[in-house]
């Protein structure tokens, strides 16, 4: 029995402003928001709604056979929640179905997890937490950002109680290895992988609609009877697509929204079944390691990394951004915390890639600059200013330890003074009792008045007094 | 094949960029082979380059019989023409120019540079390609730029041969617009007359097509490529080194350079930086309004006009730079920034240049944005990461900007309008 398993990524970065370097210390808003609200309503409503409306009428009419996976970065939720609410109902819709899988992935779609695993950690978190509070749903599945996977992340993914992973099926890691099985983590067994059919997958993102591929035009029924021929023993097929492939890259005018609502029949024909990652998983068995020594991801022909680490300029920014992650994590300014997030977004380095023909060509499709050059100086721009916020909030003569033993310090005396104001008022208490109960004659109206009276008293008194005494304690 | 080419400069004696790209143009195409060049310039010096194209100076064409005998012939032109060229020459006289202001040779004399009576050396030199035209056996005439168009459309009506001209530059951008109506009225007639129109760039096909009402399919672009830098040149060493960055313009201060825009950037930036310098080495009609200009923005400490440099003086000052800049308002081609990546220094050139079509490694802005200009500025002399990626990144890049690239386009078309495919 062959199954299909969908994964639709859905993220949309916060893109910057032009921002000069005399804004620098000056303006500390970075973002385009006319630029980031008309990207992202266009899509909104070309691809993300009816894709997923699509999805949900799949699901009626197959009564739930149909499944598939989405994954949401925190940032395209951000901005549903400002430019496009309504399609967080029909998230919720999904989650309800239980035909639909959400798995988790960093928040601010960045690339913490090749610098900073406790970054990538908070961030996977804060996106597990999104999707709880939001849809209720517990993630036990994670894909990062670009399916970026490597060996030694696969043991912090396990602990942290992830089952699976889904990564780039990359052809010079697999070898004559076939990306359709399940596979586990040679650096953690326990951590199963799915790995991504590029070919049938990009066969729909890329090809769909070119009129001078041989195969134009690709049929459901096609599609379905490719997927049929592949050897009995490949059980299970990943498609891992960007959401925006259907309406956005794939116009609906070319029936991509139809071809994706035929395929359900013609799988049925063949026996072929949809399953979320989480079903994969435990329904497959796993038939041997993967190791993947460098980074593999699912961007341009190289399938690594270098799509936004391959050149000085993306090297230099990423390495300035990193350097002060720590300090970001220790403060506790809102502000900061969110532009720091949004910075990391791995768009931002994207568009700096001076790679050239076709990988290039993609680079520039998505990229809001004329030029590598704009993207890198506007960015840096931005991080400059951004790097001075910080500067601020710790400055950098005080190195990383002594500024952990001073906020070791205060949060310790944070502890103290909430540990002897938990003494007082119980000590407050024993005493209104000690009243209470040596004082039975009084009247019952006048006690209830009393003590409140006296509270507070007490409160504007005792604190006062007893401070001194604690600063004099300290003291001795 | 055979060409004959009319053009007005030739290195090492050069004005501008035409001598340049003519020369490089003429060795890229005979390093494609088959190619016989005669290069036609008013004045040799006798020092040029003629491994690659026979060189004859109009100066040294006959157009008035004199009986004089082959010695007298060698000992006054020997060092520039070949003495039996000049008796072939003289056999071929097709008027009586007598005249004309004529030498002991019954040649015509010319300045070879841009002098105040322009047009008429530029009649003069039509008048000696009619004598060469008549002379020499070529299948094809090329005529660099407007001044030899009336010797080019010349030469075609005598022989016959198809002409090709070479638009390096229209009345249009050294205007700002405003033409004046002889100037373009000889550009008219030249690619009325021509049967093949080749341009720069295609920023400048477009002003061919749009303001001389060219038919489209006439005009072709075939870009500018640069001649390798001499190793000794490359190892030139900063003669000024220093920890303040150093910002330069270098070109003739003139409006259609918009060293304005340059001077208003320079303000930006300094009001934020305070170690950098600004170089507008040039000279021009412009460069008063200039040098009052920095001092009305109270940044004359840090704006530095050194005057025209040539030669090595170029490289010198290419070698102290951290950035070199061209905000052209309008810019034909734009040669200067290949040569200041060619030092390996990081390059602003205005979206409004002919060179922006063909480069990547460089950072475009509108000559009118002195907003993004600043902006580029600042980011290359404060994130040495730009700038090494710049540098390196430009330094491959022109690396393959050659002319014998060119040169074939240009053959191409030669034997596109010879109905040679």
Known sequence: MKAICFNFEIHQPFRLKRYRFFDIGRDHYYYDDFLNDD???????????????????????????????????????????????????????????????????????????????EEFADQVAATCSMLHNRLGVKPKIVRNTELIY??????????????????????????????????????????????????????????????????????AD??????????????????????????????????????????????????????????????????????????ISSADEARDTSAWLGNRLQHEAFDKLYSVA???????????????????????????????????SMHALFSPYETPFAAFTNYMNVLADFLMRVEEEFPSKVDNEELNSLLLTIANQGNEIEALNKELSSMRKNIEQYNIEHRPAEKPAKKAEKPKADKTKAAKADKPAKAPAKKAEKKS | MKALMFGWEFPPHILGGLGTASYGLTR???????????????????????????????????????????????????????????????????ADFNYMRTNDLGCIEFSGKYPANLLEEINNYSITAGVIARTLDFDIIHSHDWLTYPAGIHAKQVTGKPLV?????????????????????????????????????????????????????????????????????LRIENPRPSKEKVITFLGRITMQKGPEYFVEAAAKV??????????????????????????????????????????????????????YIMPSVSEPFGISPLEAMQMGVPSIISKQSGCAEILDNVIKTDYWDIDAMADAIHAIISYPALYK???????????????????????????????RG
Not at chain 1, 76 to 92: G, H, N, P, T, V
């Open chain 1, 39 to 117: 990207i992202f309503e266009r899509i909104a409503r070309q691809s993300y709604v009816p894709a997923a409306e699509t999805i949900l009428k799949m699901i009626d009419a197959t009564e739930g056979r149909f499944k598939c996976s989405i994954a949401i970065s925190g940032t395209a939720f951000e901005q549903f929640e400002r430019y496009c609410s309504e399609f967080i109902d029909l998230l919720k819709r999904m989650a309800d179905s239980g035909c639909v899988e959400f798995v988790a992935q960093p928040y601010a779609y960045s690339l913490a997890s090749l610098t900073d695993p």
């Open chain 1, 150 to 219: 490597f060996d030694d992340l696969a043991p912090q993914l396990v602990q942290m109680g992830f089952k699976g992973c889904l990564t780039e099926g990359a052809k010079h890691i697999l070898g004559w290895k076939s990306p359709n099985y399940v596979y586990t983590a040679a650096s953690a067994p326990k951590l199963k992988l799915l790995l991504r059919n590029a070919k049938l997958s990009d066969d729909i993102a890329y090809r769909f609609s070119d009129s001078s591929w041989p195969e134009f035009p690709l049929t």
């Open chain 1, 222 to 295: 096609k599609y379905i009877n490719w997927i049929a021929s592949t050897p009995v023993e490949e059980q299970i097929v990943n498609i891992f697509l960007n959401m925006e492939t259907f309406g956005d890259m794939q116009p609906a005018t070319s029936g991509i929204f139809a071809f994706l609502e035929a395929l359900p029949r013609f799988a049925a024909e063949h026996g072929i079944d949809f399953v979320t990652p989480s079903e994969a998983i435990s329904k497959i068995k796993a038939v041997g390691e993967l190791s993947v020594v460098h980074p």
């Open chain 1, 326 to 360: 720590e300090r970001v994590r220790k403060c506790n300014n809102r502000a900061l915390k969110q532009d720091w997030q949004y910075l990391q977004t791995c768009d931002h380095f994207f568009y700096m890639s001076t790679k050239r023909k076709a990988d290039g």
């Open chain 2, 28 to 94: 890229g195409m005979w390093e494609c082979g088959d190619m016989d060049i005669t290069f036609v310039i008013p004045k040799p010096f006798g020092d040029e380059d003629r491994s690659f194209a026979n060189i004859i100076g109009t100066s040294q064409v006959p157009v008035a019989w004199r009986e004089v005998n082959r010695d007298y012939v060698d000992s006054r032109i020997g060092a520039v023409m070949d003495p039996d060229l000049y008796f072939r020459l003289r056999d071929h006289i097709y």
């Open chain 2, 165 to 233: 001209v070479h638009v390096h530059a229209t009345e249009y951008d050294r205007s700002r617009g405003k033409p004046n109506p002889t100037v373009y009225g000889i550009e008219r007639d030249g690619m009325t007359h021509a049967d093949h129109i080749i341009t720069v760039s295609n920023l400048t096909r477009q002003t061919v097509i749009d303001h001389y009402g060219i038919d489209p399919a006439k005009v072709t672009t075939v870009h500018n490529a640069v001649v390798p830098l001499d190793e000794e040149l």
């Open chain 2, 270 to 323: 300094l009001r934020n930086c305070s170690n950098v310098r600004f170089v507008m080495a040039g000279s021009g009609d412009m460069m008063d309004k200039m040098i009052s200009l920095a001092a009305e923005r109270g940044i004359a400490d840090r704006f530095h006009f050194p005057g025209f440099q040539k030669g090595r003086q170029v490289y010198e000052m290419l070698k102290a730079s951290d950035v």
């Open chain 2, 389 to 419: 990626q710049m540098r390196e990144d430009g330094l491959a890049e022109v690396a393959q900007i050659t002319w014998d690239k060119a040169g074939q386009k240009v053959i191409n078309i030669y034997n596109k309008v010879l109905g």
